[in-house]
Structures are given as C-alpha cells and as structure tokens.
Nanobody
C-alpha cells in the first residue's frame, strides 16, 4: 500500500523553527514531485512549497525566505524546514506526491497521493 506520513508538527512560539518530515512507503519519492500544502478551518488547501524530481524548488510568496524544502532520496523522505514562524503559519500541513499529472504545481489536483497531515500551531 502506497502512503505518505507527515511528522514533526507541534506548538511553537513566533520566531521559532520546526522541521516537518514526509516519509513514503510503497513509493519511491525520487520518481515524484513533492509538494507541501497547508489548510486552516474553513479555507481551501493552499500551496506552500514544492520540490521537483530534479530538485527544482518553488515557494509560495508568504513563506519564501523562511521555509526550505529538501529531499533525501536514500531515506525516501522530504523535509520542510520552517524558520521564523508566524502565527499565520498555523495550519495542518500536508505533503503530496505528483507522478507527472499535467497541471500547475500549486494546484492540489496535480497530486496523486496525500498524507494525513500534521498540525503546526504558532502561538505565544
């Protein structure tokens, strides 16, 4: 069974950091583009970051310069390093894998597999 599992979420204060992990089983992540999305109650899931199969990265303007996406193919894991966290970063964060479906990288419909999400709360 193919699945993605996120971990690393938690409660932090503004300005602190967290590193989220997205580990795959039944999938070789080096064959996929991987995206991170986030969602708050009552809002649509929004794009955060993406790393392509070749390692090209993309970021939402709201996180550019603070978040870094990376991949460790040997561990079949993708990371999202989040620095200088703000209260508005509070959300459930999801990772997703794209096998090459046509579409924009920031569109959720491009992604075939999704994790269950991990909660990130930034509050003083």
């Amino acid at each position: 069974q193919s699945r993605l599992v996120e971990s690393g979420g938690g409660l932090v204060q503004p300005g602190e950091s967290l590193r989220l992990s997205c580990k795959a089983s039944g999938l070789a992540l080096n064959n996929f583009g991987i995206g991170w999305f986030r969602q708050t109650a009552g809002k649509e899931r929004e794009f955060v970051a993406r790393i392509s199969r070749s390692g090209i990265t993309y970021y939402a303007d709201s996180v550019k310069g603070r978040f870094t996406i990376s991949r460790d193919n040997a561990k079949n894991t993708v990371y999202l390093q989040m620095n200088s966290l703000k209260p508005e970063d509070t959300a459930v964060y999801y990772c997703a894998a794209d096998s090459g479906v046509l579409g924009s990288y920031y569109n959720t419909r491009k992604y075939d597999y999704w994790g269950q999400g991990t909660q990130v709360t930034v509050s003083s």
